[in-house]
């Protein structure tokens, strides 16, 4: 699901300077997941974003995790981690 993501974004014109991490394994809340973190120029703005996809309950689950501060990836969305539920 992110590798396809991806490859959708690097299509578009406004995102031909994408840089792409590797993609990882990694832990969602509890649910395990894959992410990706990559940053792209949009209008002459620095923008870092990540991919987060997990499976729960039967569902596919995509999260896009999106800022202007590299480190606030790691700060900002932890209350959305921390409180989200699958129903």
């Avoid at 896009?64 to 969305?77: A, H, P, R, Y």
Wanted: aromatic share 10%.
């Amino acid at each position: 699901m992110i590798q396809y993501t991806i490859n959708e974004l690097k299509s578009e014109n406004s995102y031909q300077n994408l840089v792409m991490k590797s993609i990882v394994n990694n832990t969602y809340n509890t649910f395990n997941a894959v992410s990706v973190d990559y940053n792209y120029d949009l209008l002459g703005k620095k923008h870092f974003a990540r991919l987060i996809s997990f499976n729960a309950k039967g569902k596919v689950i995509l999260i896009l995790e999106l800022t202007k501060k590299i480190g606030n990836l790691e700060d900002e969305f932890k209350i959305i981690e921390n409180s989200i539920e699958i129903n």
